[in-house]
C-alpha cells in the first residue's frame, strides 16, 4: 500500500462529503483511506457511511469524543501505507495529488514533501504558494529556517505527505486543543533523511469561521504560547544560528495573537503579544521573505492599534 489517507472528523457533515468524493476521483489508486468520525453531534458518522458503503479502500470507524490528538493517534495505529497523507474533514484535494506526489517520490527518492495550497472561502479561492522556487530539494537547515520564521511555512499537516517510518515514536500531545501537530512537524522534519518542495497547488484548505482556530479563548492562547516557546527551544538547539529566524516567527506568531487578543477583548494578552513584538519587531521588518505589506502591518501594529484597525478599513 503506497498512501494511507488520514481524516480525523468532527461534526463535518456539511462538507465530509466533498472530501470524500475528491479522494473517489484520485487518478493514481494505491491508496486506503481510513476516517475515525470523534463522537460528532451532528450527522457526520451517516453522511461517511453514505459515501463510501460500497467501497472497500475506505476504513470507517466511530469513537467517543477523544479530540484531534488522540484521533490522529488512533489513525496512524491503524494505518499501513507507505506515506501517511493527511486531510481534515472539511477540506479536499486536487484529483492529480496522489498521482504527483507519487510521481515526485520516485524522482527525488524524499520521505518528506510538501506542497502550495489553495484557500477556499464562501465565493472565492486563493492560491498560497509557500516558496519562489520550481519543484526542488530543501536542504534540512533552510526547511527550518522556513518552519522557525513560520511566515512561508505553516507546520499543519495537511500540505505535506511524510512516510510513515518517521512517524514512529511521533505522539500527538492529547492535553492540546489545537497547534497538536506545531511541535511533531519539526520532529518529522528532523528525522527526514530528504525533503522535497513541490510547486504544486494540491490541496483546498476551506475557511471556515465556525472552526476551532476561529473561535479561540483565552486558554487556548496561553497554551499557544508555552507551545511556541517548546518549539523555539528545538529549533535553537538544533540549530543555534537561527536565532533572528527564530525571532521573525516569534513576531509573526505576535502579531497573529495580538489581533486574536484584541478580538476577544482580553488586555493582558494583547500586552504579552504586543511585548513579545516589540522584542522581535527588527528581526521581522528586516527579514527579505516577508513582504512589504505586511512589514508596514507589522509597523501600525506595534505604533498604534487602533491606526492600524483604520488603515485596514480604509484599505478595504
Same mark, same amino acid.
Given at each position: 500500500?503506497? /498512501? ?46 453514505? *459515501? ?5 479502500? /475506505? ?12 484521533? =490522529? ?41 510538501? /506542497? ?13 504558494? $509557500? #516558496? ?10 533552510? +526547511? ?31 492535553? $492540546?486543543? +489545537? ?8 520532529? $518529522?522534519?528532523?528525522? !527526514? ?8 497547488? #494540491? ?11 476561529? &473561535?479561540?479563548?483565552?486558554?487556548? #492562547? ?5 507551545? =511556541? ?24 506568531? !505576535? ?5 486574536? !487578543?484584541?478580538?476577544? &477583548? *482580553? ?24 513582504? #512589504? ?8 501594529? /506595534?505604533? *498604534? ?12
Amino acid at each position: 500500500m503506497k /498512501f494511507s489517507i488520514l481524516i480525523p472528523a468532527y461534526n463535518a457533515e456539511k462538507y465530509i462529503s466533498d472530501c470524500i468524493n475528491s479522494i473517489k476521483k484520485q487518478t493514481f489508486e494505491d491508496w486506503e483511506c481510513i476516517i475515525i468520525d470523534d463522537g460528532s453531534k451532528d450527522n457526520t458518522y451517516k453522511v461517511i457511511i453514505d *459515501n463510501v458503503f460500497d467501497d472497500m479502500r /475506505f476504513i470507517i470507524k466511530q469513537q467517543l469524543n477523544q479530540g484531534v490528538a488522540e484521533t =490522529r493517534n488512533e489513525l496512524l495505529k491503524i494505518a499501513k501505507g507507505d506515506y501517511i497523507v493527511w486531510i481534515d474533514a472539511d477540506d479536499f484535494i486536487s484529483d492529480t495529488m496522489l498521482y504527483s506526489i507519487n510521481k515526485n517520490i520516485l524522482k527525488f527518492n524524499s520521505d518528506f514533501l510538501v /506542497f502550495n495550497y489553495n484557500l477556499v472561502y464562501e465565493k472565492s479561492v486563493s492560491a498560497v504558494r $509557500l #516558496l519562489n522556487k520550481n519543484n526542488c530539494v530543501i536542504e534540512k537547515k533552510d +526547511m527550518f529556517k522556513y518552519l522557525a520564521q513560520e511566515y512561508n511555512m505553516p507546520s499543519f499537516l495537511c500540505n505535506k505527505v511524510i512516510s510513515k517510518e518517521l512517524y514512529n515514536g511521533i505522539i500527538f500531545d492529547s492535553n $492540546l486543543k +489545537m497547534l497538536e501537530d506545531y511541535n511533531e512537524i519539526c520532529k $518529522l522534519a528532523y528525522k !527526514s533523511q530528504k525533503i522535497v518542495y513541490l510547486d504544486e497547488y #494540491l490541496y483546498y484548505y476551506r475557511q471556515i469561521g465556525s472552526s476551532i482556530t476561529h &473561535n479561540i479563548g483565552e486558554d487556548i #492562547l496561553y497554551q499557544n504560547l508555552k507551545i =511556541r516557546e517548546k518549539r523555539e527551544c528545538f529549533i535553537l538547539k538544533t540549530f543555534p544560528y537561527l536565532i533572528n529566524s527564530v525571532k521573525c516567527g516569534r513576531a509573526y506568531f !505576535s502579531i497573529n495573537n495580538i489581533i486574536i !487578543s484584541y478580538q476577544i &477583548n *482580553n488586555k493582558n494578552l494583547f500586552d504579552i503579544f504586543r511585548r513579545l513584538l516589540k522584542e522581535t519587531i527588527i528581526s521581522y521588518i528586516f527579514n527579505n521573505d516577508v513582504k #512589504l505589506k505586511h512589514k508596514i502591518a507589522a509597523i501600525l501594529i /506595534f505604533i *498604534n492599534f487602533k491606526l492600524y484597525i483604520f488603515a485596514k478599513k480604509i484599505m478595504k
